[in-house]
């Protein structure tokens, strides 16, 4: 009985309190892999667009600032795609490099448990997922713009300019249709034609203008114009009554030349802000414009919490996997991140096209697998 008590070693105290040097310790540990692993995939990436668009670049004797430019301005729309795999696999590097030098098991001893001593790394995790989430909402948009814009000047030359040339434009409600043989953003339009339809889609009238100019805070001002009203059927047209200014109130025609630019690029490469206000604004959005633009808004808030649910599912497979196995835990932790961005794709085209709400859409998948890896954290605590 006296050699059990002196056998008997207390278990430590759990620590949850403020750990300087493990903290420091654990930081510098996780970002040498992170930061090896960003610039890794940045590479890989790199060559499978050179492999992919070289062969343009080549036959049509683009410039090497050119090409440069080009593959400069893709590289920030892998970041959605590199940011959580290169979280993931650091932190599993981290904490098997760990295991392996029975700093893990010291740690526990200690009463430190594994959650604590990877608190800077959740940490890093939630800086991380901030940081991707404005870096998708600034940079990613334009630059997938410029990029988009030079591959195409590269075959036809003059695309940068025919940007604004035949553009077409249909109201979210679907009640209007306008034509633009050349538009300016920020100037008057050239040669318009809009077209006006009834509650049954009849076509009602139709004007055609040599310009047309949006008025702030007024409308929009037509001017050598001919408008042409229709039978009820929307088939017969009317005679056409030609005036040399038509004026439509701001009540009934409040898009922006602003609004018909963002309403025809498409909705991955509008921002966040100028999404809610297109869904706030336009009150008799057509619902299938409602559900691109919904589950792209939700989809966009979720996704980048693929960097959080990266660490949730790396640290407690890595400290489960510590001694032996740890190769497996990577190839499993490595699938559920497929699998979720997969699922995530899947649910955003079925969100897309209204068969499921998009909410669940947008939200759905990213809820599910934060709760799965928080289930993991509670259950390795």
């Not at 699998?339 to 955003?348: A, D, I, K, N, R």
């Amino acid at each position: 009985m006296q050699l059990k008590d002196e056998l008997f070693i207390p278990i430590p105290k759990r620590k949850w309190t403020f750990l300087p040097v493990i903290d420091r310790y654990m930081f510098q540990e996780f970002m040498i892999p992170f930061t090896v692993l960003i610039l890794g995939f940045i590479i890989l990436f790199l060559i499978a667009d050179i492999y992919d668009n070289i062969k343009d670049f080549l036959e049509n004797n683009a410039s090497s600032m050119t090409m440069i430019k080009y593959y400069l301005l893709k590289l920030p729309g892998h970041v959605e795609f590199i940011l959580p795999l290169s979280i993931l696999l650091a932190c599993m590097y981290t904490m098997a490099n760990m295991g392996k030098n029975l700093e893990i098991i010291a740690m526990r001893a200690s009463g430190i448990s594994v959650h604590r001593a990877c608190a800077s790394i959740y940490f890093i995790a939630l800086v991380i997922t901030g940081v991707d989430f404005m870096f998708k909402e600034t940079i990613v948009p334009v630059s997938e713009k410029k990029a988009y814009i030079i591959s195409k000047m590269v075959t036809r030359g003059t695309y940068e300019f025919d940007l604004k040339e035949m553009l077409s434009y249909r109201s979210p409600d679907s009640m209007k249709m306008w034509f633009f043989k050349y538009f300016d953003l920020d100037g008057i339009q050239k040669d318009v034609m809009l077209k006006k339809y009834r509650d049954n889609n009849t076509l009602d009238w139709d004007i055609m203008a040599e310009e047309a100019e949006f008025i702030k805070g007024k409308g929009w001002e037509f001017r050598r114009a001919t408008v042409t009203t229709y039978d009820e059927e929307g088939l017969m047209p009317n005679r056409p009554q030609k005036m040399s200014v038509i004026t439509k109130d701001i009540s009934e025609f409040p898009e922006t030349p602003k609004d018909i630019i963002n309403q025809i690029r498409p909705p991955d490469e509008l921002p966040t802000l100028v999404i809610i206000d297109l869904l706030m604004k336009t009150k008799n959005m057509a619902k299938s414009s409602k559900n691109l633009y919904e589950t792209t808004l939700y989809k966009r808030l979720a996704f980048p919490w693929a960097c959080v649910i990266a660490v949730f599912l790396g640290v407690p497979l890595a400290a489960r996997n510590e001694r032996s196995g740890i190769f497996m835990a990577i190839i499993t932790a490595v699938g559920i991140i497929l699998v979720y961005t997969v699922v995530s794709q899947f649910m955003l085209i079925l969100g897309n096209r209204g068969v499921v709400p998009p909410l669940i859409a947008g939200i759905g998948p990213t809820l599910a697998f934060l709760a799965y890896g928080l289930y993991n954290v509670k259950t390795n605590n």
